[in-house]
């Protein structure tokens, strides 16, 4: 059982050191455990750092790419090397690599095959932003309910892998990749479960994601739209599609009774326009909804065919 356990970095000359010395290099059940960082085209020496500090495999882009490149190079440079399971932890050190041991624990187990570190747990992450926290909570309860799967932390990026995971992913995204991880791994019917752990977030750190919070919820939410609009096509147009028509045929009823009064359609007529259109409308989505039904049964002929390639690809 290879255990590789990826730390993207960028410009994380400071703090990528003690972080990769922290990692234990024994876990129960654990054969051989690899470090591999994704050096994300830092301009200091984060790279030189983390081979001094012991890294297995080091890789750098020659420009900043963004985190979900960096996050697909990571899966794609894990299964050159032959990873069982890979485990993505923050370089910054952040959260305690002692809890790598429970993130793989049920993956080891053959319980799950993805884990994620929940943050809002038994341990409430220390001095997070509000504002990072109600969107995030708000989010997971949106995917949640879109997914039919409780989720209880989004955008967390401590996260375990088992190899088949890892071979099914597809993530197109360059801002990030948290939340589609989460989105497509649920569409492609894998399991995953939330491990409490503790995080403490130092005062006055920049994020390296979050630079504008205005940008990251746009960008996020364009993300979280795709995504759910691929896995759940049916629902994301459907849903919309149900209730225009619900309320054009409770409209449309309104006008009626007003009609039978007096017969006459001219003082009513807005009612009518209204719960015309809304069906119209209601119709389309429909029509939207089964159309993407077909390019998502598409989509995943094609997600198998990329699957058995890249099962060949890396085959150990």
């Given at each position: 059982m290879r255990l590789i356990i990826n730390l993207p970095a960028f410009n994380e000359e400071e703090k990528i050191g003690e972080t990769i010395q922290r990692i234990p290099r024994k876990i129960t059940g654990v054969d051989e455990i690899f470090v591999q960082v994704i050096d994300d085209g830092s301009k200091d020496k984060t790279a030189k750092v983390a081979k001094d500090a012991g890294a297995d495999f080091v890789f750098s882009h020659d420009v900043n790419r963004g985190i979900g490149v960096t996050f697909r190079t990571a899966t794609e440079k894990a299964l050159e090397n032959g990873a069982d399971i890979m485990v993505n932890i923050d370089a910054d050190g952040q959260f305690n690599?002692?809890?790598?041991?429970?993130?793989?624990?049920?993956?080891?187990?053959?319980?799950?095959?993805?884990?994620?570190?929940?943050?809002?747990?038994?341990?409430?992450?220390?001095?997070?932003?509000?504002?990072?926290?109600?969107?995030?909570?708000?989010?997971?309860?949106?995917?949640?309910?879109?997914?039919?799967?409780?989720?209880?932390?989004?955008?967390?990026?401590?996260?375990?892998?088992?190899?088949?995971t890892l071979l099914r992913l597809n993530l197109p995204g360059a801002f990030t990749y948290t939340q589609e991880v989460i989105i497509d791994a649920l569409g492609k019917d894998l399991k995953i479960k939330w491990i409490p752990v503790e995080v403490t977030y130092f005062e006055g750190r920049k994020s390296r994601v979050v630079r504008s919070i205005y940008k990251y919820v746009n960008n996020s939410a364009k993300i979280i739209l795709k995504a759910v609009r691929d896995v759940r096509p049916m629902k994301f147009f459907g849903i919309p599609g149900l209730f225009l028509i619900i309320i054009?045929?409770?409209?449309?009823?309104?006008?009626?009774?007003?009609?039978?009064?007096?017969?006459?359609?001219?003082?009513?007529?807005?009612?009518?326009?209204?719960?015309?259109?809304?069906?119209?409308?209601?119709?389309?989505?429909?029509?939207?909804?089964l159309i993407a039904d077909m390019i998502k049964s598409n989509r995943k002929l094609t997600e198998d065919q990329m699957y058995m390639m890249k099962t060949e690809k890396y085959k150990k």
């Open positions: 690599p002692d809890d790598i041991a429970k993130i793989i624990a049920p993956i080891l187990a053959g319980e799950v095959d993805m884990t994620s570190a929940d943050r809002f747990g038994e341990h409430k992450a220390k001095n997070m932003p509000a504002a990072k926290y109600y969107l995030n909570r708000f989010a997971a309860w949106i995917i949640g309910w879109f997914m039919n799967y409780p989720i209880k932390d989004l955008t967390c990026g401590f996260r375990g892998y088992n190899r088949e054009a045929l409770v409209v449309f009823a309104y006008f009626i009774f007003l009609y039978s009064q007096d017969f006459k359609i001219s003082p009513y007529r807005n009612y009518l326009i209204f719960s015309i259109s809304s069906f119209l409308i209601g119709l389309q989505f429909l029509v939207f909804a």
